[in-house]
């Protein structure tokens, strides 16, 4: 009879322990640079890892990770703020990779910006706001003020420009009106209105670094999310995004 109540309690007793042993999981944190906002989602719930992100400039990140928020994951627009994680002895430098390489596009919303004939649109007397990234915090601002330097445009502009926070409030800039046109990441215009794509050598490459953070060592979620991105699925996933990839798994 004793055996019995056993083999009829165990059921019972694997419902109540099961929701405990989700709740000991940790979840899997991931900082995401702005550009991959319309390609996160997609990359998470493919990952099988339960990874939730946050979606932000790398310069702000790198500083909320110094001190000690709780990201499992980085995924910069560049190397140099992950790497800095990393000499700083709160990040895996073992784990750093480049998963994408960044393309700067120019971009208007509306047709009446000839966007096509390129940089020099941008002295038209009749653009008065341009939208770049912040240079202080976003990689892809670092790459839009060196493009604007190469060009030699940078201080016949500069009165025009208007800062977005990162390469995602830069877009919604020009897609709201308050700026004619804008620098972005080339990710985000599928859909849109074609932009005119900047040459790979107007500006330093744009190589997007990934790292386990000293809070993700523990989380083996997040050694398995970055997993996932060097292979062929992950990086079918940000080509389908828009993004250039590195050559050949890394």
């Not at 990140?61 to 980085?74: C, E, L, T």
Request: proline share 6%; hydrophobic share 50%.
């Amino acid at each position: 009879m004793f055996s019995s109540f056993i083999r009829c309690c165990l059921p019972l007793l694997a419902a109540l322990l099961a929701p405990a042993a989700v709740a000991q999981q940790a979840p899997l944190r991931v900082a995401a640079a702005a550009d991959l906002a319309t390609c996160i989602d997609r990359l998470n719930a493919a990952s099988g890892t339960g990874a939730s992100a946050t979606i932000g400039a790398s310069g702000s990140f790198y500083a909320q990770i110094s001190h000690g928020a709780p990201y499992d994951v980085f995924l910069s627009a560049d190397t140099a703020y992950p790497r800095a994680l990393a000499n700083a002895g709160l990040a895996d430098p073992a784990s750093l990779f480049v998963y994408a390489h960044g393309r700067l596009a120019l971009w208007a919303a509306a047709p009446g910006v000839q966007v096509e004939n390129g940089l020099r649109v941008l002295t038209d007397p009749a653009i008065r706001r341009i939208a770049i990234a912040n240079p202080e915090v976003a990689p892809y601002g670092k790459a839009a003020r060196a493009a604007l330097q190469r060009a030699g445009l940078w201080e016949q502009v500069r009165d025009k420009l208007v800062f977005g926070e990162n390469i995602a409030q830069t877009m919604q800039f020009v897609e709201s009106g308050n700026a004619q046109v804008g620098l972005v990441s080339s990710a985000h215009l599928a859909g849109r209105r074609a932009g005119w794509l900047l040459p790979a050598d107007a500006y330093p490459p744009i190589e997007q670094g990934a790292i386990l953070t000293r809070h993700g060592s523990a989380n083996p979620q997040a050694v398995a999310y970055l997993r996932f991105l060097r292979s062929d699925k992950g990086r079918g996933l940000l080509a389908d995004c828009g993004f250039t990839l590195p050559p050949g798994r890394e």
